[in-house]
């Protein structure tokens, strides 16, 4: 699922309580480049759908609910992308608590076949009418919306606590809002609103706390084939969990992570070209210079790059065509000749027939510019080339999931990247790496 949020209003007390419990169903529903929603007459927007009644499917629920309350009736109900949580004492009882989990399915209007709608009481003194938005648009009304409510409850709240101090009240005071459902169709929109890159970005920061939280042990650890390589039971549960989280996000694509036995064919349609911890060896010994990396092929090419290192809660992103960003601000190359600048390199330690060439070209390059430095993370160094933190970066063989998201988020902050003897680095083999800030290059 795209979303699983939880709106927990008030705790349940450590005594037993009675629990008014209750699902819905809510429709997603798309229509051209806009989605139909059902609008108030306090102008915010909520997504059709409502509570299931004894004997029915979701689907036959979701049906019901659109027609009433829009009127369309040819609808066709895909599959199930989020779901919410609400808990809070129930107001129309405060001696009972109201819980609500809200199934969030994707839809299209098949047709403009509609029929009488069936509102209640409630939903006529709301004004509710079906309408077409864009998910932008309805997720800037309903911000505007819930800003200006959440201020009326500091507002009331605020107030409420004077009285209490100066003892003009006795009794335990609560907020109503005016829209009980704002809070959470925002959040929901906010959800859909992100774009491919974010959503990715999402899946991997949640990985990243994997990283954070790992207990280290003797056992954790197993050796692959080559020098110094190794692979840990988080590599396994990081990609693990990458691959449930990014199908999700993009089911049609394939995935290709550094622990799989097998890899599958990149050249067509979307491909996750995956890393799930760049830098393993630094992760066992606890030196925290690791990062998760995650490319996105399309058709073969780089198309979306993210690397995030949760030590330094530093999350690289970007998209083929609208530049490289750290949490979210631009950033760019250095324009430092070599002379000027810091050189970057790896030592491919996985191939011993290439150690003693790597150290002297790191030598040559440590003539010409400040100083050379080795994290033991190509990722990480790739990132460092964009940000502009350091202006060349190279390593004499590397597989596709260690360049696959640096090298676009170096080139998209203005970079190059070739191999090292000046060819174009491609997704489907391993192949030396070259990234530069353009000014450097490499050794004649």
Not at 62 to 67: G, K, N, Q, V
Not at 240 to 253: G, M
Not at 279 to 292: E, L, P, Q, W
Request: some cysteine; aromatic content about 10%.
């Amino acid at each position: 699922m795209q979303f699983q949020l939880q709106f927990i209003t008030d705790e349940l007390p450590q005594t037993p309580v009675h629990i008014n419990q209750r699902t819905a169903v809510r429709g997603v529903i798309h229509y051209q480049n806009k989605i139909l929603m059902v609008q108030t007459n306090r102008g915010d927007y909520k997504f059709p759908g409502g509570g299931m009644e004894e004997g029915e499917t979701e689907k036959e629920t979701l049906l019901r609910e659109i027609t009433e309350e829009t009127g369309y009736t040819d609808i066709h109900i895909g599959v199930k992308i989020g779901e919410t949580f609400e808990q809070n004492i129930d107001t129309e009882d405060p001696e009972s608590y109201f819980q609500m989990k809200s199934c969030y399915y994707e839809c299209w209007l098949m047709s403009d076949k509609r029929a009488p709608g069936v509102q209640d009481d409630y939903e006529e003194k709301l004004g509710f009418h079906g309408t077409f938005v864009t998910v932008e648009e309805a997720y800037q009304s309903n911000l505007s919306l819930l800003k200006r409510e959440q201020k009326k409850m500091h507002d009331f709240l605020q107030k409420a606590y004077i009285a209490q101090m100066d003892q003009k009240i006795k009794e335990q005071v609560t907020f109503a809002p005016e829209i009980p459902w704002l809070e959470r169709e925002t959040q929901v929109l906010y959800k859909l609103n992100r774009t491919l890159a974010e959503k990715i970005a999402d899946a991997v920061c949640e990985c990243g706390k994997i990283m954070l939280d790992a207990v280290r042990t003797a056992d954790m650890v197993e050796t692959k084939e080559g020098h110094a390589n190794f692979v840990t039971v988080y590599d396994k549960k990081v990609q693990e969990t990458l691959r449930k989280k990014l199908l999700e996000i993009l089911p049609e694509a394939v995935f290709v992570g550094e622990e799989d036995d097998v890899h599958v064919s990149i050249k067509k349609g979307f491909a996750f070209i995956v890393d799930p911890i760049d830098g393993t060896t630094n992760f066992i010994k606890d030196y925290h210079v690791s990062a998760i990396s995650v490319g996105l092929a399309k058709d073969g090419e780089k198309y979306i790059g993210v690397v995030y290192n949760p030590y330094l809660d530093e999350m690289f992103t970007a998209e083929r065509g609208k530049g490289a960003f750290l949490n979210g601000r631009p950033i760019h190359v250095s324009r430092n000749p070599l002379s000027e600048g810091i050189v970057l390199f790896g030592t491919a330690p996985y191939y011993e027939e290439l150690s003693k060439k790597s150290f002297q070209m790191a030598y040559a390059y440590f003539k010409k510019a400040l100083d050379v430095r080795r994290s033991g993370s190509a990722a990480i160094d790739l990132c460092s080339i964009a940000a502009g933190r350091a202006e060349l970066y190279f390593e004499l063989r590397l597989s596709p999931w260690d360049f696959a998201a640096g090298a676009l988020i170096v080139e998209e902050a203005g970079g190059v990247v070739t191999t090292v003897e000046g060819g174009a680095v491609t997704l489907g083999q391993k192949c030396s790496v070259l990234a530069t800030n353009g000014r450097c290059g490499r050794l004649e």
